[in-house]
């Protein structure tokens, strides 16, 4: 007998699909498209998904102090279901346990039912360490403490464990305040040829657009993810921005042709960790110096767009030394022909020639930008 659709069933499968690789912010949209719950249960279940995961290996270690056998992935998610209510959304304990031991298949449902009424009776004891209780590999929590330092680390951790703001703008886009700060940052103005080079899903690039740009052409490796940049500015009614599909380090675009190239290059993600959950379990700490490689060979094409008295502009949602500072003192030795432009202002803090957004210093995403101005001739 099938069950009804509910919240909780479509964040199980959400999270079930997670394990198996899917991306939540791909997988989670298309389930509750597809489901018929109202618009306070998707809410529900986008929390109970987005949250769960975020506090994965916290969830884990309450639950594994109370069992004594290996759990299948269907019912460890079931049961991080129910630790993540009970211990962080603070879910009235007979509405969490008893929706969550539904979910269970009858072989398992007595075992489920006892582990999470055993989670309500008694209080968890002290966290081992502060990666369990951030709920964190251990390597991010050591990384960010050794480049932010300690105090300033914990705080992001902390604010990144905090559901995000659902910011919009004029337009009626989504998009986080520090990545429309980035795009206001590179200054399209009327009658510039701007680039986004690493454009999907579009919201930089529409938003150039939208500040009255004349062309934006908006490149992207990938034909899925250029397909949605296409889909965002037609649903804008951007008829501005030319979407390609290129290899930003070879792009089909005639050197120094551009008034303003943005670079919003790959990066470790470290710094939008609560807005993409699952993102903190995939990334591995080899990864960091992996995309400082890119994002070096990235720059590197895009200066050679920047028309004399044309800016480039660089962007990484992440809080690592290596993918900040240390490529603003890449781009110093590079590419001296390039002068750094004056960073944002607060609540974005100086770092090198550029400026860092930290997560818990606006409530925002975590994020590094710089500007460099290419001088005309004299």
Same mark, same amino acid.
């Given at each position: ?72 992935? &269907? ?40 582990? !999470? ?20 590999? &251990? ?10 330092? #300690? ?104 050197? #120094? ?41 990235? !720059?590197? #094409? ?49 770092? #090198? ?26």
């Amino acid at each position: 007998m099938s069950h009804p659709v509910t919240a909780r069933s479509v964040a199980l499968d959400a999270l079930n699909r997670i394990d198996d690789g899917a991306y939540a912010n791909l997988v989670l949209p298309g389930l509750l498209e597809h489901s018929p719950l109202d618009r306070r249960d998707r809410a529900f279940a986008t929390e109970l998904v987005y949250g769960s995961t975020r506090m994965r290996r916290a969830c884990d270690f309450l639950i594994d102090r109370l069992v004594d056998r290996p759990l299948d992935p &269907d019912v460890r998610n079931i049961l991080r279901l129910g630790a993540y209510q009970v211990a962080f959304l603070r879910t009235p304990p007979h509405a969490s346990v008893s929706a969550t031991v539904d979910l269970a298949p009858a072989r398992a449902r007595g075992f489920v039912n006892a582990v !999470l009424r055993r989670l309500v009776r008694e209080p968890a004891p002290r966290w081992p360490d502060p990666p369990t209780r951030l709920s964190y590999p &251990d390597w991010v929590v050591r990384r960010l403490a050794a480049d932010l330092g #300690g105090p300033v680390a914990e705080a992001a951790l902390e604010q990144m464990n905090v559901s995000p703001e659902v910011t919009e703008r004029a337009d009626g886009y989504i998009q986080d305040e520090a990545s429309q700060q980035v795009a206001a940052y590179v200054g399209a103005a009327a009658a510039e040829r701007v680039a986004d080079v690493c454009a999907a899903p579009g919201g930089k690039a529409t938003a150039m657009a939208s500040a009255g740009a004349a062309l934006v052409v908006a490149a992207d490796r990938s034909p899925a993810r250029s397909s949605v940049v296409a889909a965002n500015a037609t649903r804008l009614g951007l008829a501005n921005v030319a979407v390609v599909v290129a290899d930003a380090t070879h792009a089909p675009v005639r050197p #120094g042709s551009l008034d303003r190239v943005l670079v919003d290059a790959p990066c470790s993600g470290l710094g939008v960790l609560r807005r993409r959950p699952d993102a903190r379990w995939r990334i591995q700490p080899d990864d960091v110096e992996r995309l400082a490689a890119l994002q070096r060979d990235l !720059l590197d #094409g895009a200066a050679a767009l920047v028309r004399p008295g044309g800016m480039l502009v660089y962007s990484v949602c992440t809080l690592t030394l290596d993918e900040t500072e240390g490529i603003d003192r890449w781009l110093g030795s590079a590419h001296p022909e390039l002068v750094a432009q004056p960073p944002p202002g607060a609540p974005w803090e100086p770092l #090198g020639r550029g400026a860092r957004l930290l997560p818990q210093a606006a409530g925002t995403d975590g994020m590094y930008v710089i500007g460099l101005h290419r001088p005309a001739p004299d």
